[in-house]
């Protein structure tokens, strides 16, 4: 039995295999064309349930499945599994880019529109109009030429992205540096001298190894007093994936053109206004308006501070002191908070253990909404660090979800949330599903893992995307949760 073709609550992430990925989604995309069609072929009146919720249900399990496997894909990669997320993408991809393109099934949505949509009212009526628009603005009103064109387009979008972020993801991990000399470590604080130590032992190496992961780059660009090894993990971290085999500088340009080409094909002058007209912004003259405006204000305090902070290090180290580098910024910054405010990012991480900011925010949660997040254990899961807990209003479960915080070497850098299950009405015991994952500073040795501020800030806000995805009421998958336009999705 292939876990990928049904949904099933636990989610079977230990049963989930790499061989399994692309005859799981071949399937689903079959039975997912199969419904699509049937939805344009039947007869006699069109009704809400036979359109806009049969579309809804049409999709439901290619986009479980590609969910799981994205997310797998993201967070415990290998190269079997790699390989079968890039050969299943650009299948998955096309079927999405077809659906508007789907010509019957135009014609359906247009008259039911046309007919007893008329009368929608409420969600239902907001679903029918942002189909519409997205049917639209993803070629449905194409000539045949224009349809292929944008269906070919989208299908090498999908593959060059993956590749942008594959390829970030190896040069990350292909970069470190392993030292041998306590002298080396000057300035850094005792935290992340047990980082390196312990990550050095986990590649069975003696001495300290720092790499180009968030918590041991930024302890680096932070407190290192080496000006010359900072300078060295700067350039390495910026120019990740820009030369040899992982090189993405000639994906760059191609995917503007393509992105272009799209745009100018849907009638739009570019791809800012296409992605933007579902957005906040609405145009992407607004959002350089936005950035202008940011900008214009921000200007004069940056030069300020800048100033100030090379007249700090000139009081440091004399005034001959050389003009500040990007790797010295962070570095002389730190120095400089600690000495007007005596703040040291450092003393505040005993404070904070990763257990009791996820207890104490729980409380929060608890206090605001009222409903009670407590773990679950015996879930399976895809790593051992890895937790499940249950949202619960009362005694009634309104979700779930996965909790991965900290960085390994499989998984993708960053911090975000990932939603598996929509939850339904309609089906029972079918209840949001979702996770949140980051790459927080990890435990050493049997001790709990100590955060930092922003770190604790990362935590509220990735639980916050989780939220909005688990108290949704939505009854409409495509308007649930956190479906809404990319840019308010902050908000929550
Ligand atoms: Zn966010």
């Not at 639209?136 to 349809?147: C, I, M, S, Y």
């Amino acid at each position: 039995m292939n876990p990928l073709l049904s949904i099933q609550t636990p989610i079977p992430f230990d049963q989930i295999r790499a061989e399994q990925v692309e005859p799981a989604l071949d399937e689903l995309l079959r039975e997912a064309r199969g419904a699509i069609d049937a939805i344009a072929a039947q007869t006699g009146p069109r009704t809400y349930e036979s359109t806009l919720a049969a579309l809804d249900a049409a999709t439901e399990k290619v986009e479980y499945a590609m969910g799981l496997v994205r997310h797998l894909e993201g967070v415990t990669t290998y190269p079997e599994l790699r390989a079968a997320h890039n050969a299943v993408e650009p299948k998955v991809s096309e079927f999405y880019s077809r659906i508007p393109l789907h010509e019957g099934l135009w014609q359906c949505l247009k008259s039911y529109a046309q007919t007893s949509g008329t009368s929608l009212a409420g969600v239902r009526k907001r679903n029918l109009e942002k189909t519409l628009d997205y049917f639209r603005r993803h070629g449905a009103d194409l000539d045949a030429a224009g349809k292929a064109r944008l269906a070919a387009i989208d299908v090498e979008l999908a593959e060059l992205t993956t590749k942008f972020s594959q390829h970030v993801l190896d040069a990350t991990n292909a970069y470190d540096e392993v030292w041998a000399g306590k002298e080396q470590l000057s300035g850094l604080p005792e935290s992340a001298v047990e980082a390196a130590a312990a990550s050095a032992k986990a590649k069975g190496k003696e001495g300290w190894r720092f790499t180009l992961q968030a918590p041991s780059y930024i302890a680096l660009m932070t407190y290192l007093d080496n000006p010359a090894a900072r300078e060295r993990f700067y350039r390495a971290y910026m120019t990740r994936a820009s030369s040899g085999e992982l090189d993405n500088s000639s994906i760059v340009p191609r995917v503007l053109e393509l992105r272009k080409e799209k745009a100018r094909l849907l009638g739009f002058a570019d791809f800012a206004d296409l992605v933007l007209v579902d957005r906040m912004a609405k145009t992407g003259a607004r959002a350089m308006e936005f950035l202008e405006d940011l900008r214009g204000r921000s200007i004069p305090f940056f030069e300020r501070e800048n100033t100030q902070l090379h007249a700090f290090r000139g009081d440091l180290e004399g005034g001959g002191a050389p003009g500040l580098q990007a790797w010295d910024i962070g570095y002389y910054a730190e120095k400089e908070r600690k000495a007007k405010y005596d703040f040291d990012e450092e003393e505040l991480r005993p404070y904070f253990p990763v257990e009791q900011v996820v207890a104490g925010m729980f409380e929060t949660v608890t206090r605001l909404y009222g409903v009670v997040m407590r773990e679950a254990p015996g879930v399976p899961v895809w790593d051992k660090d890895v937790k499940y807990y249950e949202i619960l209003e009362g005694s009634q479960v309104l979700g779930g979800f996965y909790a991965d915080w900290f960085p390994r070497e499989n998984k993708r850098g960053g911090a975000w949330m990932d939603a598996f299950l929509t939850g339904s009405p309609a089906v029972p015991d079918r209840v949001h599903i979702g996770a949140i994952n980051g790459n927080l500073t990890p435990p050493v040795e049997g001790k709990p893992a100590l955060l930092t501020h922003r770190e604790v800030e990362t935590i509220f806000h990735e639980f916050g995307h989780l939220l909005h995805h688990c108290l949704s009421r939505v009854e409409a998958r495509g308007l649930s949760g956190t479906n809404v336009a990319w840019d308010f999705v902050e908000l929550p």
